[in-house]
């Protein structure tokens, strides 16, 4: 387990995110892949606070965590995300009776 | 040290698996439950990091709150039979996908990384990292060898001493915007005339 790997691993999962909320149609499928970009990130994020030493380390040892509170805020504002793109999907199937994002392209119904 | 490799290969396929299956399994439900088994992986590979808080907090938020929200949007919104249709933008998706994931690799594997290793700070940073989680144990600390600015840094609480010295203020509008969305879900979910 090198950085490099684990960087790796993560644009993996970042990419496949990527393309699966450019190319689905379904909200929900859409918002999942969202998710898993949120994912690919914090990896990324976690790993390097895990290896690369970052300058403020040599002052403060706790600067070791930086990339974990980064992490942490963005688990958050994911949290957040979510709470209110499924407030979305709802008010859209309401009014559409469907998920479809193409349908969805229009505000008013 | 194998047995570190072989589960860092095992976690890193079940995540992209899992990855994949939420893009290319039609079924939404299916693909909600791949979408957590994929968060267990990422999980496992933040114990592997050393970061054993945020990977309670993955289990706790994404699998236990964000995938259970996903499974019930799936069933509430019944379009299961539909499913997982992809649009016309395909193709030039997926090229564009290769194109920054072949870019980041070459990136990661290119640059010339400044590691804790190199620097000396690797075991100093892992024993840190070690006692993030529960009350350190300042005289622990002390007899491997940090200094005593070092161990107030860390024994002062770790993770917590960041999240709420330097990074306060991010801190207080996270809670804000938690605020804020919490309204706004319900506003939007409860919909208007009602």
């Known amino acids: 387990m090198t950085l490099e790997s684990l960087l790796i691993v993560a644009a993996i999962i970042f990419c496949i995110g990527l393309y699966g909320a450019l190319a689905r149609r379904n909200f929900i499928a859409v918002l999942m892949s969202i998710e898993l970009m949120f994912n ?8 390097l606070g895990r290896y690369v030493a970052p300058y403020a380390v040599q002052e403060q040892l706790s600067a070791v965590f930086t990339g ?10 994911a949290a957040a995300e ?5 407030g979305i999907v709802f008010a859209v199937f309401r009014s559409n009776e469907s998920v479809d994002l193409t349908d969805a392209a229009t505000l008013r119904h | 040290m194998w047995f570190e490799h072989i589960v860092f290969w095992v976690l890193s396929v079940v995540a992209i698996a899992g990855a994949l299956g939420v893009v290319l399994v039609r079924d939404l439900f299916r693909g909600a439950l791949l979408l957590a088994t994929a968060f267990v992986a990422v999980g496992g590979l933040f114990v592997m990091m050393n970061a054993e808080f945020l990977a309670v907090v993955q289990i706790l938020i994404y699998v236990g709150a964000i995938a259970v929200l996903f499974i019930f949007a799936v069933m509430l919104t019944r379009d299961v039979q539909q499913g997982n249709a ?8 997926a090229v564009i996908s290769a194109l920054l994931l072949a870019a980041m690799i070459a990136t990661a594997v290119s640059t010339d990384w400044t590691t804790l290793s190199g620097a000396g700070l690797e075991a100093k940073a892992q024993l840190a990292q ?12 002390t007899s491997a060898g940090l200094t005593p600015a070092e161990v107030e840094s860390v024994s002062s609480g770790g993770l917590a001493d960041l999240l709420i010295g330097n990074f306060v203020l991010p801190f207080e509008a996270v809670s804000l ?15 208007r005339g009602r």
Do not use: E, H, K
């Open chain 1, 68 to 77: 974990q509170v980064f992490a942490v805020f963005i688990i958050t504002v």
């Open chain 1, 40 to 47: 690919g990130v914090n990896l990324t994020l976690v790993a």
């Open chain 2, 177 to 191: 915007l938690l605020l804020g969305a919490a309204i706004g879900g319900l506003a939007l979910a409860r919909g």
């Open chain 2, 86 to 93: 992809p649009n016309r933008l395909q193709i030039p998706a």
């Open chain 1, 82 to 86: 979510i709470a209110l793109g499924l």
């Open chain 2, 130 to 141: 070690t006692q993030a989680v529960g009350i350190p144990n300042a005289s622990d600390l």
